[in-house]
C-alpha cells in the first residue's frame, strides 16, 4: 500500500498544484483577457511567450529557470536582496516553475472563453450604466465560467504531471520538492516495482477522471 | 441650448466617413434614415459614446456629453441613456428579470423615474419575468432589451434598427408598443432604420443620410413632401398625414380620416372615431385629373393646386407637389401625362388617391 513517504509526496503535489492554479488564475486572466481584446502589435509575441511550454522541452524551462532564479542570476539576486534567499530546490521555486510551464493550459482556455464573448455584451453592459470592472465582474465572468473550469482543470492536472521542470529546479528533498512522478522515478530506480505500480496507477486514474470531468462538463469540446 | 439635441460628429474610417452636424427636437422620435452604409449606426453610436468620434460635439437637452475641444469625452456608463441594438442581446445568464434590473440597479434611486414595474407594463413583459433569455421568441426579446434600457430612466432612447431582425410577424407584434412609447413618453427617442413604412409609423422628426452625410432634417410630412428626397426614396416616395377618425362606415366598413385640409375613406381597421392615426399615402398611388371623375371607382379624390415640380429618376416620370388646402401631397406621373395637362404651378387640379394606408 502506500506509504508515508508516497502520502507525503502526494500531499506536496496536490499542494503545489493547488497553489499554482490560484495563481495562474490571478496571473491568467488579466494576460488572457489582454490578449483577446488587444490590437496592440505586441499581442503575437505575447501569445507566443505564453504557448513556448507547449513546444520546450521542460528541461529546457527547467535549466533557464535554475540559471535566473540561482544566487548569480537575476532573479536570484533580487530574492536574496528581499531577504527571501534563493527558490532553486525550494517549494516555491517549484510554484514558480510550474506556473510558468502550466500558462498556456490556463491562459489559452480563458482567452478562448473572452474572444468567444465578444464585444456586443459588454457595450450592452456599457449602456446599462456598469463600468469596465463591474462588467468584468457582473457579465464577463458569468459568461466566461466554461472556460474558467477548462482552464482550472487543465492547469492542475498538468501541473500534477509535470516532471522534468521538477526534477530541474526542484531536485528530489522528501516534503519539499519530491512530488509523485518524481517519487515514481525513486521507486523505479530502486526497483520497488510494487511502490511504483500503486502511484503510477494512481496517477492514471486521477488524469482520466479528471479528463472525463472535462469532457462532461464542456461537451463542446475543451476549448469552449 | 437647452430642450434639443446636438449632434455634430466627422468620423474618417477607411472608406467611410460620417460628417453630420445635427439639431434634433428634445421630445418625439426622431428617425435616422438611410440605405445600409450611410453612417445612420456609426451616428447613433457615436451618440451613445460607443464610438468615439474625435473632434466631435454632443449635447443632449442641455447637458455636453462630448466636447473635444475641452477634452470632454463622457464614458458611456455614465451618460444617462437607454440602447436597444438590433440584436436584443440580453445577458444570457440572468434572467428576464435580473436583465431588467441590471441597469436599474446601477442607477442612483433619486435618478429612477421608471418604475420596473412601469417598464414591464408598457412592453406586455409580465409573464415572462421569471423566464431565462434562451426560452423567448425574438420579439419577445426585443420587447424585454427595450424594457431594460426604459428602466434605467433614460434621458434619451437610442433605438439600432430594433425590427431589423425580426420577421414581418414579430415587428408587427413590437410596432405598437414602439407607438405607445412615442405616445407615453417624454424622453427623445432616436430611431436608425431603413424600413420607410417603420419611419412613417414612427417619426417625428425625419433625417436622411446618405454616404455618411445628411441630406434632408426636418419635421416628418414636411421632409417627405420635399421633390429632392422621392428620387432618392424611390419606390417608397410618399407622405404621410396626420388626422383623426372622424365617422364610421358600417354599411360599407370605411372609416373617415379628418385632417388639415380635408378627409379620406380608409378601409375600416376596428379604431374608434376621434383616434389620433397618420396615413401614408404613396407618391406612384396619386394620379392627377382636371375634372373630378365621378364615374371613376376612385374614392378619395381631393382637389388642390400643384406647388412644384420637379424630374424623377427615370426620365419618362416627373413628381409633382400638391397642395390640398395645406396639406402636402406628392404624385408620381409620366411627364408625358404633365405635359398633355399643362400642368405647371398654380395649376387647380384634382388628386384621384389610389391607396391609402393606415399607418398607425
Known sequence: ?224 | MSGSIHARFRVVHDGFQLDVDLQLPGRGVSALFGASGSGKTTCLRAIAGLEHAPGGHLSVNGEVWQDDSRGLFVPVHQRPLGYVFQEASLFPHLSIRRNLEYGMRRVPADERRVSLQHAVDLLGIAPLLDRMPDKLSGGEKQRVAIARALATSPRILLMDEPLAALDLKRKQEILPYLERLHDELEIPLIYVSHAPDEVARLADHLVVLEQGRTIASGPLSETLARLDLPIRLGEDAGVVLEGEIAELDADWHLARVAFAGGSLWVRDSGLPVGRHVRVRILARDISIALEPHADSSILNVLPATVEEMADDTHPALALVKLNADGARLVARITRRSAARLGLRPGRAVWAQIKAVALVG
Not at chain 1, 511550454?53 to 535549466?63: E, S, Y
Request: glycine letters at 10%.
Open chain 1, 1 to 224: 500500500m502506500l506509504t508515508d513517504t508516497a502520502l507525503s509526496a502526494i500531499w506536496l503535489t496536490l499542494r503545489l498544484a493547488t497553489v499554482t492554479t490560484l495563481l495562474l488564475f490571478l496571473i491568467g486572466t488579466p494576460i488572457a483577457w489582454w490578449l483577446a481584446r488587444t490590437r496592440c502589435w505586441l499581442k503575437a509575441p505575447v501569445g507566443a511567450m505564453v504557448a513556448l511550454p507547449l513546444v520546450l522541452p521542460p528541461t529546457v524551462i527547467g535549466f533557464y529557470l535554475l540559471v535566473v532564479m540561482g544566487p548569480q542570476g537575476s532573479i536570484g539576486q533580487l530574492t536574496q536582496a528581499l531577504g527571501l534567499g534563493v527558490l532553486p530546490f525550494t517549494f516555491w521555486g517549484l510554484v514558480v516553475g510550474s506556473v510558468l510551464y502550466s500558462m498556456p493550459f490556463v491562459v489559452q482556455p480563458l482567452q478562448n472563453a473572452f474572444d468567444a464573448i465578444g464585444e456586443r455584451p459588454l457595450e450592452v453592459a456599457a449602456t446599462l450604466r456598469a463600468g469596465p470592472l463591474d462588467t468584468f465582474f457582473t457579465v464577463v465572468l458569468p459568461l466566461a465560467r466554461p472556460g474558467f473550469i477548462t482552464a482550472g482543470i487543465l492547469g492542475f492536472a498538468h501541473t500534477v504531471g509535470e516532471f522534468g521542470v521538477v526534477l530541474m529546479i526542484g531536485g528530489n528533498i522528501p516534503d519539499k520538492t519530491r512530488v509523485v512522478s518524481v517519487q515514481i522515478y525513486d521507486h523505479v530506480e530502486a526497483l520497488e516495482y510494487a511502490q511504483a505500480h500503486w502511484l503510477s496507477a494512481g496517477m492514471l486514474a486521477f488524469s482520466f477522471v479528471v479528463l472525463l470531468l472535462l469532457y462532461v462538463f464542456n461537451p463542446n469540446g475543451r476549448q469552449r
